[in-house]
């Protein structure tokens, strides 16, 4: 029985890591280990079939995968694994991200993986996080004062909006 929750992050390119260290401190956040690795879909195809083939018997209970342009990467690992995969499609400089977009997005029938938004590494941990809250009851209570964060963070807001608009 797994102790810890576990999660592997991977991106295509170390150029991800920017953006992808966002995911990792979410995870950290919500008390989930995070296992960083740079695993190309099409220059280290091999590795990137072995690594899934094994996360699960590693105890991983997801796997992030970040790509950019064909990004490949996130679909490359579902076909390997039965294990939830989520697809972070990054933004290049070609089309904007559109192109990883749809990469990540448009998988056959019986390979699903759950995508973010373009460049979204902070929702990918959150989403890694309500996956491993199913079976890690711990992380449930962090999750609910995440979201009861937010939503006290917008009343603030809203006050202060509400005092500006009418000192005008």
């Known amino acids: 029985m797994d102790t810890k929750p576990k999660a592997a992050v991977v991106m295509g390119s170390d150029s991800d890591f920017p953006v992808v260290k966002n995911c990792v401190k979410m995870l950290k956040k919500f008390g989930i280990e995070a296992d960083v690795n740079v695993i190309s879909a099409h220059r280290t195809p091999d590795a990137a079939e072995q690594f899934a083939k094994t996360a699960e018997e590693r105890g991983f209970g997801v796997i992030i995968a970040a790509a950019g342009k064909a990004a490949h990467l996130a679909g490359v690992l579902a076909a390997s694994t039965t294990l939830p995969v989520i697809g972070i499609p990054m933004k290049s400089s070609t089309l904007d991200g559109l192109d990883s977009l749809l990469s990540v997005v448009q998988m056959p ?23 491993l809250s199913i079976k890690y009851e711990e992380i449930r209570p962090l999750l609910r004062q995440f979201k009861q964060d937010m939503a006290d963070e917008v009343a603030k807001k809203n006050e202060a909006i509400k005092k500006e608009a009418e000192s005008i």
Do not use: E, F, M, W
């Not at 019986?110 to 989403?127: E, Q, S, W």
């Open 109 to 131: 029938k019986g390979i699903p993986v759950a995508t973010v938004a373009v460049d979204g590494a902070d929702n990918a941990g959150i989403l890694a996080a309500q996956i």
